[in-house]
């Protein structure tokens, strides 16, 4: 006999468990379980997706990853890399935070993976990975990411970074930050302004001198090839040393660097205080242009002096034991009438005026706030192993996810830089709920960010390109396609110049 009453929303609820009352200063609420619902609080995801798919990036990074299974119980290598992606972008810093990310039921099938891994398989596929292979793989896709942007005048800075250690990991060494802590470090080459990484290299914490991240740098310039050369190779005062400077002398490859107040360095200003050819520096600064050799270095090289008026009066002391001073200086001059100057002193092969010398190294805090970003906002901080192999790939990862977005990013808003603690919010963050009807897939995307019209406009727009670019597919390569998306997402940068790709050579 037929019910006369089919099954309807009250028995679903009750299949999904009992409820629980909650007395709340808005009333009585009952809440329920749904564990198997379609949903994802990464919301607005697909559209990065998409950007990733148009792009080719995620298909050839997985296609060309050295991690192969022999059992037949293993976890697909698509999904081991998915996974990662998906922690990445969420902001995970340790591989224990992948667990919050398993109960997605949306995006995984978007990125055409077959479920979450643990985090205990994302381990075990990194270890599996030689490290060479993983090495050359992963600085293909970062050179792929980033070179046709090569072809316009760029600056190279190079820095490394301190990643703090909490445990007993290979490598761990000397923290020049904070003694007594083990530390790694972190080598990176940034395209400057654009906040792209270009590689990273993790060594052990006592590695962390320019002569340790030099095999890198210049293995990095030959890849890239001569062509796509930085106009200017910028650094703090670990870069302004003999060894680096005269290869890149020998190159003629520009440079700009700090120099350490070391003691011929003080006597240079001590000389250069008493002289009235000062002229302006821009924000507050003067200086003046000059020469030096410094005890092993192998010839006279032009610097520009620095100095700055501090706003307040300071106490200066050399006393052993004296009262601490209330700014540290490293260097400083105290006039009769109690002014107090800081001073700085520049290295470099330009033959430029003193202010755009010392405009050029300001330009250069941009790169100090990259640091801070994808230390502090993304995973370079973390996703720690007792091995030093792992880390090295997973620092690679990172740095590659964070291209990524960083240039999602400039789609959505090409007039400024997002870092992941705004973006992240705005353009990921939203519950979306998975409904199906006719064969047709819909995704209703609720954001509780304060600027959701924006998001929704600027995500609309990129759909809109995205569409565009879909219609002429069939006509584009991969790497025509990409072309186009770098061309769209930094049409600042290049002052509306398309990048073109190289031609291909037919063979006859």
């Known amino acids: 006999m037929p019910l006369a009453h089919p099954l309807g929303e009250q028995s679903e609820r009750e299949a999904a468990g009992p409820s629980v009352v909650l007395d709340t200063f808005a009333g009585r609420v009952h809440v329920e379980w749904e564990p198997a619902a379609p949903v994802t609080a990464l919301g607005q995801l697909p559209f990065f997706v998409e950007f990733l798919k148009q792009g080719g990036l995620f298909d050839n990074w997985v296609a060309a990853c050295p991690l192969h299974y022999t059992s037949p119980n293993a976890p697909k290598k698509r999904d081991v890399l998915g996974t990662m992606v998906l922690s990445i972008l969420a902001g995970h810093w340790r591989y224990a935070h992948i667990t919050a990310v398993r109960g997605d039921g949306v995006n995984p099938g978007l990125l055409g993976m077959e479920r979450v891994v643990s985090e205990d398989a994302v381990r075990r596929a990194l270890k599996k990975m030689p490290e060479t292979d993983a090495e050359v793989w992963l600085r293909r896709h970062l050179d792929e990411t980033t070179l046709p942007l090569l072809g316009v005048p760029w600056i190279l800075d190079v820095d490394t970074t301190v990643k703090p250690l909490f445990g007993h990991q290979e490598g761990a060494g000397y923290n020049p930050h904070k003694p007594g802590r083990p530390s790694h470090t972190l080598h990176t080459y940034w395209v400057a302004g654009l906040r792209l990484v270009l590689d990273v290299e993790l060594k052990a914490g006592n590695e962390h001198a320019s002569e340790h991240s030099a095999p890198a740098l210049w293995g990095l310039l030959d890849r890239l090839g001569r062509d796509r050369w930085p106009w200017l190779l910028r650094g703090d005062a670990d870069f302004g040393t003999e060894r680096i400077m005269s290869r890149a002398e020998q190159e003629g490859m520009p440079y700009l660097f700090k120099l350490r107040s070391t003691r011929n360095v003080k006597r240079l200003i001590e000389k250069a205080m008493g002289e009235a050819d000062w002229t302006a520096a821009g924000q507050g600064w003067q200086g003046k242009a000059s020469t030096l050799r410094l005890q092993g270095w192998s010839r006279h090289r032009r610097v520009v002096i620095l100095r700055r008026r501090l706003a307040r009066e300071v106490l200066v002391t050399d ?11 490293s260097f400083a001059e105290v006039t009769e009438d109690r002014a107090v100057y800081e001073y700085a002193v520049l290295v470099t092969a330009l033959d430029l005026e003193v202010l755009s010398v010392a405009q050029l190294y300001r330009d250069r805090a941009d790169a100090e706030n990259g640091f801070d970003e994808i230390k502090n906002q993304w995973g370079w901080g973390g996703f720690t192993t007792h091995d030093l192999q792992r880390c090295r790939v997973m620092a690679r990862c990172v740095g590659l996810v964070y291209n990524w977005w960083s240039l999602f990013g400039r789609l959505a808003d090409p007039d400024r830089r997002m870092e992941a603690i ?6 990921l963050h939203g519950v979306a709920r998975r409904t199906r009807h006719a064969g047709q897939t819909t995704l209703i995307i609720t954001s509780a960010h304060g600027s959701a019209g924006k998001a929704q406009a600027a995500l609309t ?13 069939e006509q584009l390569t991969t790497e025509q396609r990409w072309y186009r998306i770098l061309s769209q997402a930094l049409v600042r940068y ?6 073109r790709p190289p031609p291909r050579l037919v063979p006859t």
């Open 319 to 329: 006393r052993p034991g004296g009262p601490a001073p209330q700014l540290v200086l």
């Open 422 to 427: 705004t973006s992240r919010p705005l353009l």
């Open 461 to 473: 727009r990129i759909a809109a390109f995205f569409a565009e670019l879909r219609s002429t597919a």
């Open 494 to 499: 290049l002052n509306g110049s398309p990048l």
